[in-house]
C-alpha cells in the first residue's frame, strides 16, 4: 500500500495516519473540521489537503451514524473502504442503503482507544498489539480486505475477520455494556452527599472510569447497536435483582439457619465473577502496559 | 501511644503494625495462624507473641464477623480497642451481645486495601493520606476515641468520625454496590465465546477488577451490610431495567422521529454518569499515585 487517506482526523483517524506515515505511506486528511486536519498534520500524520487521484485506501475514521454518508461522499477519493466504527451491522445497511458501492468497502473495528479525543491525543502506536476486526460482506471483493489487513498489520494490530453481527455481540459484551453500567453506577453517587464520597478509594476510580467518556460519542455507539446492548444489560438487571432478593433475605434474616441459603447465593454470584474475570484474555500489549500498576491497585473493602 | 497490639496479621493487621513499628510504637502481633504472625514479624511489623501486661491499644484486624468474637476473646490483651472491619453497625451490635466492654472500643475502618491479601502484602503506606473512620458509640470513653485517633495518624491516615448508620451507608455507595456491580459485570463473560473475550480491552479490566477480590471476604463484607447495599442495588437496577426499555425501543424504531426520545433517555443516563464521576474526590494520596497511568489508560470503544 502506497497511499491511503484518513476521513475524520480525530483520536482514532490520527492515531492511524500517524502509523501509516511512520511505515511510509503516503497519507492525506480530510476532515469537515478543517482545523482538526491542520492539526493532524502538524503532527505529522501526513497531508491535509484531498489527493489530486484516488488513493489505495481511505479509512472512513467518524462516529458511527456519520460512516454511511462519509463514505457514499467520498467514492471518488480511494479504490477501497474500511471505517474504523464500533458497531458494525448498522452501518454496513446505512451504507446499503446510502447506495455505496459495496464491493469496494470492508467493515473495520480497531480495538483501541483512549480516555482523551481529537488529534493532539493520538499516538501511532494506538493499535499496537490489539485486535482489529474486519466485516467483509458477501460483496466485499479481496482486494479490498487484503489491503484493509495490511492497514491493521501497518497499524501493529492483528487483523480478526468475523461476521457482522457477530461482532456487535462480542463488543455489546466486552465494551457497550460494561461502559452503560460504568455510567449507571457513576449515577448513583449523584445521590450521595460529600461526607459519603469521602471515602472512595481506588476501586471507585476504575469502575467508573469508562463513565468518563464522550456522551455524544457514547450515545451513538450504543444507540447503533441497542438490540445486543439491551440482550446484555436485560441478563445483568436479572441477576441484579436476584441478588436484591438475596440482600433483602440477609437483612431480615434473624436464625443463623435463614441467612445460610441467601449468603450462597451471594457466595455464588461472587464466584462467578471470579471465573467470569478470569476469562478475560491476558493483554500481550506492546503500547500501553497497565499491568503493572494494576497489580498493586488499593482494592479499598 | 507507646505500646499496641495487632490481632489478625493479613494485609491490613500487618501494614498497620509495620507503620506503628515505624514511628517507634511497640507492637505486638496475634493471630489464631501463628505462621501468619511469624511472618508479619520477620517483615518487621512487630514481636510474634503476646505482651506480658494491657498495651496501649490493640487493633481487631479480621473479617467482620469474626470482630466480636476476637475482640471478646482479647479483652485483657489491651487498656484500647478498635477494629478495622469494612462494616460498623453489625459488628457493634454483636460485640454488645457478645459482653465486650463498649467503653473501652470505637469502630474503625482504615480506607485502603490491595487485591493481594496476607501479610507478604502488607506495606507501611498503606492508608496515607486515606480516611481513617471512627465510629464511636455514645458508651465509648474519649480515651479510647483518642487512642485510635492517634493510631490513624501514625499511620498517615485522616480520622473521620461516624456514625455507625452513615458510614454503612457511604461504603455501601462508593465501596459495597461497586464491588458486586463489577461482579455481575464480570459473571456475564461466562455467556461468552473465546472469540468474543478476545475483543476485551482495557476498560474492562478496570471495571471487572474489584470481581477479582476474595470471594469468602466479600461474601462476609456484603452480608454484614446486606440492608444498604440493597438499596443502592435496587435503585441501580431499576435504572438499568429503564435502560434496557430504551435500547428495545431503539431496536424496533423505523423512524427517525420513534429514536428520538429513546435517545435522549440514552443519553441523559450517559450525562448523569459524567456528572456523577465528577463527584469523586481527587485523591490527595501518598502511597500508590495510579492517577498518570489512569489518565493514558486506552478506554477501548
Not at 492539526?39 to 481511505?58: C, F, K, T, W, Y
Not at 433475605?249 to 471470579?274: D, H, I, N
Given at each position: 500500500?502506497?497511499?491511503?487517506?484518513?476521513?475524520?482526523?480525530?483520536?482514532?483517524?490520527?492515531?492511524?495516519?500517524?502509523?501509516?506515515?511512520?511505515?511510509?505511506?503516503?497519507?492525506?486528511?480530510?476532515?469537515?473540521?478543517?482545523?482538526?486536519?491542520?492539526?493532524?498534520?502538524?503532527?505529522?500524520?501526513?497531508?491535509?489537503?484531498?489527493?489530486?487521484?484516488?488513493?489505495?485506501?481511505?479509512?472512513?475514521?467518524?462516529?458511527?451514524?456519520?460512516?454511511?454518508?462519509?463514505?457514499?461522499?467520498?467514492?471518488?477519493?480511494?479504490?477501497?473502504?474500511?471505517?474504523?466504527?464500533s458497531?458494525?451491522?448498522?452501518?454496513?445497511?446505512?451504507?446499503?442503503?446510502?447506495?455505496?458501492?459495496?464491493?469496494?468497502?470492508?467493515?473495520?473495528?480497531?480495538?483501541?482507544?483512549?480516555?482523551?479525543?481529537?488529534?493532539?491525543?493520538?499516538?501511532?502506536?494506538?493499535?499496537?498489539?490489539?485486535?482489529?476486526?474486519?466485516?467483509?460482506?458477501?460483496?466485499?471483493?479481496?482486494?479490498?480486505?487484503?489491503?484493509?489487513?495490511?492497514?491493521?498489520?501497518?497499524?501493529?494490530?492483528?487483523?480478526?475477520?468475523?461476521?457482522?453481527?457477530?461482532?456487535?455481540?462480542?463488543v455489546a459484551?466486552?465494551s457497550h455494556t460494561p461502559h452503560l453500567v460504568s455510567s449507571l453506577?457513576?449515577?448513583?453517587?449523584?445521590?450521595?452527599?460529600?461526607?459519603?464520597?469521602?471515602?472512595?478509594?481506588?476501586?471507585?476510580?476504575?469502575?467508573?472510569r469508562l463513565a468518563?467518556g464522550?456522551?455524544?460519542?457514547w450515545?451513538?455507539i450504543l444507540?447503533?447497536?441497542?438490540?445486543?446492548v439491551?440482550?446484555?444489560?436485560?441478563?445483568?438487571?436479572?441477576?441484579?435483582?436476584?441478588?436484591?432478593?438475596?440482600?433483602?433475605?440477609?437483612?431480615?434474616?434473624?436464625?443463623?439457619?435463614?441467612?445460610?441459603?441467601?449468603?450462597?447465593?451471594?457466595?455464588?454470584?461472587?464466584?462467578?465473577?471470579?471465573?467470569?474475570?478470569?476469562?478475560?484474555?491476558?493483554?500481550?500489549?506492546?503500547?500501553?502496559?497497565?499491568?503493572?500498576?494494576?497489580?498493586?491497585?488499593?482494592?479499598?473493602?
Amino acid at each position: 500500500m502506497r497511499s491511503a487517506a484518513v476521513v475524520g482526523t480525530g483520536l482514532i483517524g490520527t492515531s492511524i495516519a500517524l502509523a501509516l506515515r511512520g511505515r511510509g505511506v503516503t497519507t492525506y486528511l480530510i476532515d469537515t473540521n478543517s482545523e482538526a486536519a491542520r492539526v493532524a498534520a502538524d503532527l505529522g500524520a501526513g497531508i491535509a489537503e484531498s489527493p489530486r487521484e484516488p488513493v489505495d485506501l481511505a479509512v472512513i475514521a467518524v462516529p458511527p451514524q456519520h460512516v454511511a454518508a462519509a463514505l457514499k461522499a467520498h467514492q471518488q477519493l480511494a479504490h477501497d473502504f474500511t471505517d474504523a466504527a464500533s458497531v458494525k451491522e448498522l452501518v454496513q445497511q446505512e451504507a446499503a442503503e446510502a447506495g455505496c458501492d459495496l464491493t469496494r468497502f470492508v467493515g473495520g473495528h480497531p480495538m483501541g482507544g483512549r480516555e482523551q479525543s481529537g488529534p493532539l491525543a493520538a499516538r501511532d502506536d494506538l493499535f499496537q498489539g490489539r485486535p482489529w476486526v474486519l466485516t467483509p460482506s458477501p460483496k466485499t471483493r479481496l482486494q479490498t480486505i487484503e489491503r484493509a489487513k495490511t492497514l491493521a498489520e501497518l497499524c501493529g494490530a492483528r487483523p480478526v475477520v468475523m461476521a457482522h453481527a457477530e461482532h456487535d455481540r462480542a463488543v455489546a459484551l466486552t465494551s457497550h455494556t460494561p461502559h452503560l453500567v460504568s455510567s449507571l453506577l457513576a449515577a448513583r453517587l449523584l445521590h450521595g452527599d460529600p461526607s459519603q464520597l469521602g471515602l472512595a478509594g481506588q476501586g471507585l476510580q476504575d469502575v467508573t472510569r469508562l463513565a468518563g467518556g464522550s456522551v455524544d460519542l457514547w450515545t451513538d455507539i450504543l444507540g447503533s447497536n441497542a438490540v445486543a446492548v439491551a440482550d446484555v444489560l436485560a441478563e445483568f438487571a436479572h441477576d441484579a435483582h436476584l441478588l436484591v432478593d438475596a440482600l433483602r433475605a440477609l437483612g431480615t434474616a434473624r436464625e443463623p439457619e435463614q441467612r445460610r441459603a441467601p449468603l450462597e447465593r451471594l457466595s455464588a454470584a461472587l464466584l462467578r465473577g471470579v471465573q467470569g474475570r478470569a476469562r478475560i484474555p491476558v493483554r500481550s500489549t506492546g503500547g500501553l502496559s497497565l499491568s503493572t500498576a494494576y497489580a498493586t491497585a488499593p482494592s479499598g473493602g
